[in-house]
């Protein structure tokens, strides 16, 4: 009941409009557990897989927002990412950030927006981005981002990037 908690409080959606599933398994140098909670909008998941299907393809696993940008990224460079990055796909109503360490880890969080104004939207954004890549670091205890990698809409708004940079 708390991945569901969790996964309604994230999208802001009662948990019949949500896809929900998650994958547990140990961790091979302790007896500690680590996990994957996945959880999608329904109606994204199925605009997702309506598309694939017009190309022909028929899905059996189906990533899609900050998941599919980490896989994407890390089937683009090929190889395991050199220090710790974090990929940010900045649109107007939500962010998807993924943070991929050079162990193999992501750390995958996605931000939906309700306040009105963009004003407010952005500065939403931009402290919840802070608030992850604090918690990833002083929290989780992993190693701080070196790289910041924005892209989407917002990748383009000179106030949003310069506010990110404070």
Not at 3 to 28: G, V
């Amino acid at each position: 009941s708390a991945l569901y908690l969790e996964a309604e409080h994230t999208f802001q959606r009662p948990r019949k409009d949500l896809y929900i599933d998650w994958l547990s398994f140990p961790k091979e140098d302790d007896s500690s557990i680590e996990g994957v909670l996945a959880a999608a909008p329904k109606e994204d998941v199925k605009n997702h897989i309506s598309i694939l299907k017009m190309a022909g393809l028929y899905p059996v696993i189906v990533d899609i927002g900050c998941m599919a940008m980490a896989n994407l990224y890390k089937k683009l460079i090929d190889k395991k990412p050199q220090g710790t990055i974090c990929l940010v796909n900045a649109n107007s109503g939500i962010v998807d950030i993924s943070i991929l360490s050079g162990e193999s880890r992501i750390y995958p969080r996605s931000v939906y927006s309700a306040p009105e104004s963009m004003r407010d939207r952005t500065d939403f954004f931009i402290e919840n981005i802070g608030e992850l890549l604090r918690y990833y670091q002083f929290k989780l205890h992993f190693k701080p981002v070196d790289r910041l990698i924005i892209t989407g809409r917002l990748s383009h708004d000179e106030e949003f990037i310069t506010k990110l940079k404070k």
